[in-house]
């Protein structure tokens, strides 16, 4: 069942969500080449409790850190570790807050020191195609609007989506129906109504979009080790047109 969230109700996912957009403010800071992604964990669990909420991450199904650290080639879902990062790499971090009842869920994938062309683009496209993707989620359009809007920047590009993993919808709990892929065609699935909150979640690999997990159980990795990049934001649907709510503003 997709839930569709009063007014009142997205008010306090916003505020989850400025969360969100807050630990992501913070890391960014800190983010350079000789941190470790232990560090930031650290860090993000902190600020995290500091202003009353829990880190949806830990736990969630046995997920043993508060945020996700994942490295170049790695997709999502990578454990935050006493690797250190180095100039060059690009990490992509995953934030998931609880507060007051409700979840926020963002992702942004960072340069360390300085990103090469190559990467860059990625970066570009990957960041352009979530706002494709949220620009999509207007009621009346269909979910597969959003996931074709995605799809097609992104491959215009010279990139692959990930299919294997996708996005969702969220609220009083971190992973709700219904599931919004970035890949397919337009005109499917259900219609967009207002009230509804969605995980848009747009994973992009520079070469196949063909992945696999690593045997510590989590971390999701590109198939041919190219380099991969993750942009999330929750959004609301309204009649205005989507909202963002993990911002600070």
């Known amino acids: 069942m997709i839930h569709l969230y009063t007014a009142e109700e997205i008010r306090k996912i916003r505020e989850a969500g400025r969360i969100v957009a807050h630990v992501h ?3 960014s800071e800190l983010i350079e080449p000789g941190i470790t992604t232990r560090e ?3 860090v993000a669990e902190r600020e995290i409790r500091s202003l009353g909420a829990l880190p949806s991450f830990l736990g969630y199904n046995g997920y043993p850190a508060s945020i996700c650290t994942s490295i170049n080639e790695e997709v999502v879902h990578g ?3 006493e690797r250190v990062l180095r100039e060059g790499d690009i990490l992509s971090i995953d934030v998931g807050a609880y507060y007051d009842g ?9 340069a360390v020191g300085r990103a090469s062309p190559e990467d860059q683009k990625l970066l570009d496209v990957a960041r352009e195609a979530l706002f494709r993707g949220i ?9 597969s609007d959003i996931s074709h ?16 993993y996708v996005g969702h919808g969220v609220g009083r709990n971190l992973h709700e129906e219904p599931p919004v892929p970035n890949f397919g065609p337009p005109g499917r699935g259900p219609k967009l109504r207002a009230g509804m909150v969605l995980a848009i979640e747009p994973m992009v690999n520079a070469g196949t979009f063909e992945v696999r997990t690593l045997d510590d159980g989590w971390t999701v990795v590109t198939a041919d080790g190219r380099r991969s990049a993750h942009f ?12 963002v709510l993990t911002r600070l503003d």
């Not at 620009?135 to 979910?143: I, K």
């Not at 809007?149 to 990139?159: C, D, K, L, P």
């Not at 959004?235 to 909202?243: D, K, Q, S, V």
Request: glycine share 10%.
């Open 102 to 110: 409700f979840h926020g869920d963002g992702a942004w994938t960072y």
């Open 79 to 81: 454990i935050p570790s």
């Open 135 to 143: 620009d999509a989620a207007r009621p009346g359009n269909h979910l």
């Open 25 to 27: 403010k913070v890391l």
């Open 149 to 164: 809007a995605i799809q097609t920047y992104v491959e215009a590009h010279g990139f692959s989506v990930v299919r294997a």
């Open 232 to 243: 999330e934001h929750t959004i609301a649907i309204t009649e205005e047109g989507p909202i």
């Open 40 to 42: 930031l964990d650290q």
